[in-house]
Nanobody, 122 residues
Framework: QVQLVESGGGLVQTGGSLRLSCAASGNIFMIKTMAWFRQAPGNQRELVAA???????DYADSVLGRFTISKDAARNTVHLQMDSLKPEDTAVYFCAADIATHSSGGSFTDYWGQGTQVTVSS
């Protein structure tokens, strides 16, 4: 099986920074995309940033220029550097990855982490 474990959430003041990390482990053959989503109370889950196996990055307009997604392919890890944080960035942040396992016959499945809370105080 595959597990995604996030770390790095917490409480920070407006304008501060946090770095989230997510490590994928288990019976992994290939990872196609790794991404960060977030969900604030009463809101739908939304894509924050994604990075493809090619290295191509995509960001939500609301975080462009403030957040940076990166990956360490050798360690199956993705990071989200969050700078100039705003109260509206407060949410539970989820890591997600599109993964094929050694036993999946080449089929990719979306896996999710348990989420980590990010709170930005005003």
């Amino acid at each position: 099986q595959v597990q995604l474990v996030e770390s790095g959430g917490g409480l920070v003041q407006t304008g501060g920074s946090l770095r989230l990390s997510c490590a994928a482990s288990g019976n992994i053959f290939m990872i196609k995309t790794m991404a960060w989503f977030r969900q604030a109370p009463g809101n739908q889950r939304e894509l924050v940033a994604a990075i493809l196996s090619s290295g191509t990055r995509d960001y939500a307009d609301s975080v462009l220029g403030r957040f940076t997604i990166s990956k360490d392919a050798a360690r199956n890890t993705v990071h989200l550097q969050m700078d100039s944080l705003k109260p509206e960035d407060t949410a539970v942040y989820f890591c997600a990855a599109d993964i094929a396992t050694h036993s999946s016959g080449g089929s990719f499945t979306d896996y999710w982490g348990q989420g980590t809370q990010v709170t930005v105080s005003s």
